[in-house]
């Protein structure tokens, strides 16, 4: 059994659906995030989240696939603060819905002022909601500088448990960091750009097991849902234990999503044997 903790399916056909089925996959997650275009509207954000927690879980049953969304206001479309927190009003009604695991991905783009406002509004909108985070930080030139603003903001909030936080399309440079200061990692697998199948395994091979997820990130770019199984397979080849692989592609994202009491999947071991 696998879990794709990142995926925007509204992106994808439901050919992909089948395939993960086919594959594995028992459920995944669509954060919310930029649409490949900036929309001129609030509305068209009402639309996107009811989208994304009615339409795709039905789609996705018909494969035997749990479907679960996170909400938010994403960094790409932050920059609008007067839109932003028109958005953000309308929020909370999609956070209570069945399916939403809680807020993100939000995070920066351009490490901009107002991204970081409507970063920090979302931070405690979360905290206030006793919800999960799920955090997108920057691609390429801006990864490190983004990561670290992000990382210093929640370190010193002191409301912050990073055990209900993840921070996603990490990369060997900022593994580290996040993980010694106590808070969830993903890594981000990218048939073309970033990292690799390959790559991610030797990342895990470098820092461990704990607190790691792993996921294809699907959209409208060049991707590919089965970038995910490929990494499993490349794990199994080198040889790694079976329930070390299971451990990266379904019990860590169960340890972490599971702090949400609407995600159903249990993990198969408890964690402190998974990571002994
Ligand atoms: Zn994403």
């Known amino acids: 059994m696998v879990i794709e903790p990142h995926i925007h399916m509204i992106a994808r056909t439901t050919q992909d659906y089948e395939r993960m089925a086919r594959m594995g996959t028992v459920a995944c997650c669509e954060p919310a995030f930029w649409a490949g275009y900036d929309r001129t509207s609030a509305a068209a954000f009402h639309d996107y989240f009811t989208h994304i927690t009615s ?9 035997l696939i749990q479907h679960y969304s996170w909400i938010c206001l994403n960094p790409k479309e932050a920059d609008d603060l007067t ?3 028109e958005v953000m ?9 069945p399916t939403v695991l809680g807020v993100g991905e939000i995070g920066l783009n351009k490490n901009t002022k107002n991204e970081m406002t409507i970063f920090e509004e ?13 955090i997108h930080t920057p ?21 912050v448990d990073p055990e209900r936080v993840a921070f996603d399309h990490v990369e060997e440079h900022t593994i580290k960091m996040l993980k010694d200061a106590g808070f969830w990692t993903a890594m981000t697998i990218y048939p073309i750009t970033k990292n690799s199948p390959t790559r ?21 770019g060049p991707s590919d849902p089965g970038t995910l199984h490929d990494a499993r397979f490349e794990m199994r080849r080198r ?16 340890y972490f999503l599971g702090q949400c009491e609407k995600f159903k999947p249990r993990p198969t071991r408890p964690r402190a044997e998974a990571w002994g």
């Open 55 to 63: 339409f795709e879980p039905t789609r996705a049953a018909q494969y």
């Open 83 to 85: 839109l932003a927190r």
């Open 89 to 97: 009003a309308f929020m909370p009604e999609f956070l209570d819905r």
């Open 122 to 134: 979302q931070v405690e909108m979360a905290l206030s909601r006793n919800s999960l985070i799920w």
């Open 139 to 159: 691609h390429l030139a801006d990864k490190l500088k983004g990561t670290r603003m992000m990382l210093d903001y929640m370190k010193g909030h002191g409301k």
């Open 200 to 220: 991610v395994v030797d990342a895990i091979e470098r820092y461990g097991l704990s607190r790691m997820i792993v996921d294809a990130s699907g959209d409208w």
């Open 239 to 254: 040889g790694h234990l079976p329930q070390d692989v299971e451990t990266l592609f379904y019990n860590n994202p169960c």
